[in-house]
């Protein structure tokens, strides 16, 4: 998933695409533990994908914490 498109899903989309993708890479990592997987690169594909969510949730919600700080002053 591009940065891009991450940044303009709002922030109730990002926190369900993060649940989903971790369900996802949890049943990918269940499968590759009995059998092969076809592309094993898909877990770090997924891995990665979720960390981009949630450095982009984590940049929202500090960006938000500054705001209403500065709008307190």
Request: aromatic share 2%; proline share 3%; glycine share 0%.
């Amino acid at each position: 998933m591009k940065p891009s498109v991450i940044r303009e899903m709002n922030t109730e989309e990002i926190k369900d695409k993060i649940s989903e993708e971790t369900d996802a890479l949890v049943k990918l990592k269940m499968h590759h533990d009995v059998s092969q997987l076809e592309n094993p690169m898909q877990l770090r594909f997924r891995r990665r994908d979720i960390a981009r969510l949630k450095t982009e949730l984590t940049k929202r919600e500090i960006n938000e914490k500054r705001n209403t700080t500065k709008n307190t002053k």
